[in-house]
């Protein structure tokens, strides 16, 4: 995918940009980082974004609930502004795109390459459980 003025125009475009190269780096034939794409994770359903309307109903009067529609509303918004700059892009289900979003949200380090700040994935690393404090 390319950017196409979209950084400045999406809710998360971090983790947007790098789950859209996810899911284009899955459907080729020779993946450079296949053996890490297979490892992650194929259910999600422990997310609350995924949680059944049966789920949701234990998280009535919690905050937290507001805080799982806004997400999931908020990762809508992103696919379908890429899904219209980036027409192509149509070729994944909402549902593929939340699923990559939350692999990336829940794996992604703040890293620095030649001095420059990003995120990326650090295989192996991102299995530590990394609560604060230690």
């Known amino acids: 995918m390319y950017e196409k003025g979209l950084r400045t125009k999406l809710i998360s475009p971090k983790h947007s940009f790098l789950g859209s190269y996810i899911l284009q780096e899955k ?12 490892i992650l994770p194929k259910g999600l359903n422990d997310f609350p974004i995924f949680f059944t309307d049966s789920e949701l109903k234990y998280l009535k009067g919690s905050p937290f609930l507001d805080q799982v529609h806004e997400k999931i509303e908020d990762i809508k918004t992103d696919y379908d502004l890429i899904c219209k700059e980036v027409p192509d892009f149509q070729e994944f ?3 593929e795109y939340s699923e990559v979003r939350m692999i990336v949200s829940s794996r992604i380090f703040g890293i620095q390459v030649n001095g420059v700040k990003t995120d990326g994935f650090v295989p192996l690393a991102d299995m530590l459980n990394h609560k604060r404090p230690k």
């Not at 459907?27 to 297979?38: G, P, S, T, V």
């Open 27 to 38: 459907r080729k034939n020779q993946q450079e980082f296949a053996e890490y794409l297979d």
């Open 93 to 95: 289900t909402l549902r």
